[in-house]
């Protein structure tokens, strides 16, 4: 009999996903597909960059001093909203705002998640077609149901995370999440305007071949780090030696092809940045998050990123994540070259 309907949509996945857990009332569930439904409104923007008054800068800087590009206000602006109108959301941490933002209507106060999200991750690619991604990462508020959340409901160590994931709007636009029982990715399919399920299951190779880092930034890296770049580019036949090196610069695109592939992506700390650039709650654990329940590791250089309680909303710290084997090394150099 021909088959006429073989998709499992990310809103079927969910609710499907839902039944692992018989205590589960579907707020997680619905969450996500609210995300899933931002992410196609941010998708259809940047797909239309070019045509429409929407690239270049917007003249204004973020919390960090960076500056904000239009898409940046824009994916910040569509995902605010359509977390505050999901209902099981009360509030929101993202890069481009300096304090959390508190969902005030008697809907949301009872809400029983806060999520943390960049965004747009890697915008300063977006005015050359480069690809781009969003991140989030989903917590169980400490605050009780019903009151105004605080920061402390968003600095919990990474180990909390109740769910993370991403959006990488590449030469196919795919949402990669986790709930902590196994990393999925769904392919959008512009056509019918679903992310459709397309990688199941996705485990990472424990022993990676590609390294990605800005080299540019050579000079000011730990000695350590140096020692680990000419290491990966010695000649060794049983390791696979020399390695690849790819960097796109959007921690998401050199994060998920790693993930597929094998790799490792660092963001060091250097001398003119003493924790490096990432930010631990909204960039470092969300993507710690999906490379460890893939079977890969997230660390600072010398402890599991995940394991880290950030004291401030903003926090940097070095990042390294993706083969085991490439973290282990990466530890080692760093413990014995130095940090
Ligand atoms: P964002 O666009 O959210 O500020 O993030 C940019 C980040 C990250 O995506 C990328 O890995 C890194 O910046 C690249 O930094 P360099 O240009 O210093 O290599
Ligand atoms: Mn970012
Ligand atoms: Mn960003």
Do not use: W
Not at 22 to 28: D, V
Not at 223 to 234: A, R
Not at 235 to 253: A, H, I
């Amino acid at each position: 009999m021909a088959i006429y309907y073989n998709i499992t949509t990310l809103n079927d996945f969910v609710i499907l996903k839902q039944k692992d857990y018989p205590n589960a009332k579907g707020e997680l569930s619905n969450l996500l597909s609210h995300i899933g439904t931002a992410a196609k409104i941010v998708n259809k923007k940047i797909t239309k960059a070019g045509l429409v008054d929407i690239l270049g800068r917007a003249g204004t800087v973020n919390v960090q001093g960076e500056d904000q590009q239009k898409l940046d206000i824009y994916a910040d602006k569509v995902f605010t909203d359509a977390l505050r109108t999901s209902g099981d959301c009360c509030g929101l941490a993202t890069e481009e705002n300096q304090n959390i933002i508190v969902f005030t209507d008697k809907f949301a106060r009872k809400g029983k998640y806060v999520v943390c999200m960049d965004p747009l991750d890697g915008s300063s690619n977006l005015d050359y077609n480069v690809s781009v991604g969003s991140i989030f990462s989903i917590y169980r508020r400490i605050t009780p149901r019903g009151e105004n959340v605080g920061n402390e409901d968003f600095i919990q160590k990474g180990d909390m995370q109740v769910a993370a994931g991403y959006i990488v709007y590449g030469s196919s636009t795919m949402l990669v999440y986790s709930t902590g029982n196994g990393v999925y990715g769904f392919t959008l399919d512009p056509s019918i305007g679903e992310f459709c399920l397309s990688h199941s299951c996705i485990k990472t190779p424990e022993a990676g071949r590609i390294y990605s880092i800005n080299e540019g930034n050579y000079v000011n890296f730990p000695m350590g780090i140096k020692k680990y770049i000419k290491y990966c580019q010695e000649k060794d036949e049983s390791t696979g030696r020399p390695y690849t090196s790819r960097y796109v610069g959007s921690l998401v695109s050199d994060f998920h092809r790693n993930l597929l592939m094998g790799g490792v992506f660092m963001y060091p700390s250097n001398a003119n940045a003493p924790k490096g650039k990432l930010r631990i709650v909204y960039e470092c654990n969300p993507i710690a998050f999906i490379a460890e329940h893939a079977g890969g590791a997230a660390s600072d250089g010398h402890e599991r990123i995940m394991g880290l309680t950030p004291e401030s909303l903003h926090q940097r710290s070095p990042f390294y994540t993706g083969s085991k084997n490439m973290i282990k090394k990466i530890e080692e150099f760093l413990a014995t070259e130095g940090y």
